[in-house]
């Protein structure tokens, strides 16, 4: 009704437990499922974005038995390409170390044949730094292997950017199923209300009236099950990221959700509430149109 | 006296039915009280709802408070219904809400601040006899009960002109009479006053009333006062 009707007594026209419950439920499942695929969504995104910071700008080279000099020689005239940050020869010991695990102590033998490996970090991406550090590298040392990282994490990228995507498209199938949901409510509310709403408007309501105890008690039901579908899956996200904190692995810890992740989430019932509203009103109004 | 309501040629049709109101041609005189009788079926309802907005009319020019009925837009039909008070046959109670919520409806729409509605819904109730029923639902109510209170709604937003379908078809002679002196205090105050009924002994306890008789979906004027309205009505 006007202002005045967002009274109880206006409240109580719509009035229909059973209904409302079963509403509420509903929304509470589709937030629980949609902050589920948003956290995925935002989640992987960020671990796309920490490839890109920390591996993608990464190349290496192997040298198979070089000598020292030539090793300074290839670091030397890495370092003069534009676009190198940083080069590092990564010690024999350390070496040693990363392989022991593979190669137990055999690892530490001296006669062992073990690459020397240098590490390049580049600025921006690999692209053109990453041609012109191979054709140097080449000049001096032909049987030198190297390695983009963005080469080879190129299918994980990709996959983990296919995750961020495939999450999206769930919150916006979510969305969707939310509006309809809201739209046949408000539809089946105005049968199930009929005489009410038939009265309201011999008594003077406008459409827009009316609308509005849909609209509101849409609102609420989408809002409180909302809000309950999004604590509950804070609560499972927040248990899984401590699980994948747990596993200390490089490619999954980068599927971390940051505060502003957290605050899109937080605002995923407002906005379906807002969705629903608006689908409610949308309904109700045109059903109201085909009236005297 | 203006006219409040005009009626020209008005032919009513459902579907694709016969007519169920046929040239039907009057004019109700602003602050006159009318009774409007027929026998079941005759059409008293379906005037009735063309009266209040609820029907448009199939054919024929119908005025109501100096304007084109017909042809008015549908943004507008709300600021015409809440100048005219119903009590439907049916009394239509909204049946969540307690007796005094149901009365104070058609303040509510109308957008009365809430500080100011509970004084005359306990003013109304009191005028209808149902001061102590005011927080029961209409389903706890006799059906004299439900239909006093269906006339408190109608009449609370003081309305220019009261329909009244039948209002005293479910109430003993007494409060009957007492609903008809109700209504009369009304129509003293201004409000044009139409009663459809089929108890003929009514009609004769409110001087000045006219009479309105329609006869399968025709209307005849046994009084001359339809088609001119006495001026002095």
Not at chain 2, 68 to 82: I, K, Q
Not at chain 2, 150 to 176: F, H, K, Q, S, Y
Request: hydrophobic letters at 50%.
């Amino acid at each position: 009704m006007s202002d005045a009707t967002a009274s109880r007594a206006g409240r109580r026209l719509l009035d229909n437990g059973r209904q409302t419950r079963a509403m509420r439920w509903v929304m509470a499942v589709m937030l629980f499922l949609t902050v589920l695929a948003g956290a995925l969504g935002l989640g992987t995104w960020s671990a796309v974005a920490g490839l890109d910071s920390q591996l993608a700008g990464r190349m290496t080279v192997q040298l198979l038995g070089a000598t020292d000099p030539a090793v300074r020689a290839v670091v030397d005239a890495v370092q003069q390409v534009p676009g190198v940050r940083a080069v590092r020869a990564v010690p024999r010991a350390e070496m040693a170390a990363l392989l022991q695990p593979w190669l137990g102590d055999a690892g530490l033998d001296a006669d062992l044949p073990i690459p020397v490996v240098i590490d390049i970090d580049v600025a921006g991406d690999t692209g053109s730094v990453g041609d012109a550090v191979t054709a140097r590298v080449g000049a001096l040392a032909p049987d030198a292997r190297i390695d983009r990282a963005a080469r080879w994490l190129g299918p994980v990228r990709s996959f983990i950017v296919s995750l961020a995507w495939l999450a999206g498209a769930l919150v916006v199938l979510m969305a969707t199923a939310t509006a309809s949901i809201a739209l046949l409510t408000a539809r089946s509310g105005l049968d199930t209300h009929r005489d009410t709403i038939n009265v309201l408007h011999m008594l003077g309501s406008t459409d827009v009236q009316v609308s509005r105890l849909f609209q509101r008690r849409i609102a609420l039901d989408t809002l409180v099950g909302g809000a309950v579908g999004t604590v509950a899956a804070a609560g499972a996200i927040a248990l899984i990221s401590a699980r994948v904190q747990a596993l200390d692995a490089v490619l999954v810890s980068g599927v971390a959700l940051g505060p502003v992740d957290w605050l899109l989430l937080a605002a995923l019932p407002l906005l379906f509430t807002g969705l629903a509203m608006l689908f409610a009103r949308v309904a109700i109004l045109a059903a109201l149109r085909r009236t005297l | 006296m203006a006219t409040i309501v005009q009626f020209e040629n008005v032919g009513l049709r459902y579907g694709t039915g016969p007519e169920t109101l046929s040239d039907v041609s009057f004019s109700l005189g602003a602050g006159s009280f009318y009774f409007l009788t027929g026998a079941s079926g005759a059409g008293k309802t379906s005037l009735l709802k063309l009266l209040y907005l609820a029907q448009r009319p199939t054919r024929g020019m119908i005025r109501l408070f100096g304007e084109d009925a017909v042809t008015l837009p549908r943004a507008r039909l709300p600021g015409f219904r809440r100048r005219i008070g119903v009590v439907f046959q049916d009394f239509r109670l909204v049946p969540h809400l307690s007796a005094a919520d149901n009365v104070a409806l058609p303040l509510r729409v109308s957008g009365v601040p809430e500080s100011d509605v509970e004084a005359p819904v306990r003013e109304m109730l009191a005028w209808v006899g149902l001061s102590d029923r005011a927080h029961a639902r209409p389903a706890t109510l006799s059906g004299g009960e439900q239909q006093r209170i269906a006339i408190a709604r109608a009449v609370i937003g003081r309305p220019e002109m009261l329909v009244a379908d039948e209002p005293t078809g479910n109430v003993d002679p007494a409060m009957a009479e007492r609903l008809l002196h109700l209504f009369d205090s009304l129509n003293r105050l201004g409000t044009t006053v139409v009663v459809a009924t089929h108890d003929l002994q009514l009609i004769n306890r409110i001087a000045g009333a006219h009479m309105m008789r329609i006869e399968q979906g025709r209307l005849s004027d046994p009084t001359g006062s339809l088609r001119f309205p006495p001026r002095d009505a």
